[in-house]
């Protein structure tokens, strides 16, 4: 297994694990949303889970740049683009302590709607993103080493 196919591999999985995030903060405001768990709790596993899907997000990003200095191709530069301007984007949250739930606020139209744009905006991203790394993986399995494509 060569070095591109072993990246081609972690940066697919890890944007599965990405995506189990994004999935789990989507099914836990639906938990809201339907009175089975209370804003404490709510915002407690959202403010726990978010700095593991920006440190997810910078593993992926670093995975990218490693990938795109192996094997330079243009799929690789935009793939590169859209993670930095999604880690931006939270970086951008939590420098500016956005990331942060409140539980007072919860019940908020305000924050419903913030929050209903933040995840699915979230999980679109990485719905775009999973079919080009899995276009990427696919590639890689199936190129000879030593050719050029």
Not at 7 to 29: D, E, M
Not at 64 to 78: A, E, Q
Not at 108 to 123: A, H, N, P, T, V
Request: glycine share 8%; charged share 15%; with cysteine.
């Amino acid at each position: 297994m060569s070095f591109d196919m072993l990246l081609a591999l972690l940066l697919f999985l890890g944007n599965v694990a990405l995506l189990g995030v994004l999935t789990y903060k989507i099914l836990k405001y639906g938990e809201l949303e339907e009175d089975h768990l209370n804003p404490t709790d709510f915002a407690k596993g959202m403010n726990t889970i978010f700095p593991y899907e920006i440190s997810l997000q910078g593993v992926l990003l670093g995975l990218c740049v490693v990938t795109l200095f192996v094997s330079p191709m243009g799929l690789k530069y935009f793939l590169v683009l859209l993670n930095s301007l999604y880690f931006a984007f939270l970086f951008h949250l939590l420098q500016s302590d956005k990331w942060k739930v409140d539980a007072a606020v919860v019940w908020g139209q305000e924050f419903r709607k913030k929050s209903q744009r933040i995840y699915l905006g979230g999980l679109a991203f990485c719905g775009v993103c999973f079919f080009l790394y899995l276009y990427n993986l696919v590639r890689a399995l199936t190129t000879r080493p030593g050719s050029k494509i």
